[in-house]
């Protein structure tokens, strides 16, 4: 996941299928990535934020969906 360029990752993360990244890799991906922008913007490097934000949501929401699967996994929502 580091290796990629940021902009095809986020349509990786929102269009790949459910069962290619887990959901720890995912929580670690977000969390190096956070640590990652919090340096640069604090280098003042420049450099945009909106891509990487862009990045740490779709990771960190792609990993709630999983987990998210992975607890409700054969549950069946009955309507009343």
Known sequence: LMLNAPEPLIGTLFESRPDVLSAGVLAAFSMLYFFMLC?????????????PAMMIGASAGRCFA?????????NTISRA
């Open 39 to 51: 340096i640069a913007y604090d280098a003042s490097a420049v450099g945009g934020l909106f891509v």
């Open 66 to 74: 999983v987990l998210l699967r992975d607890i409700y996994r054969g």
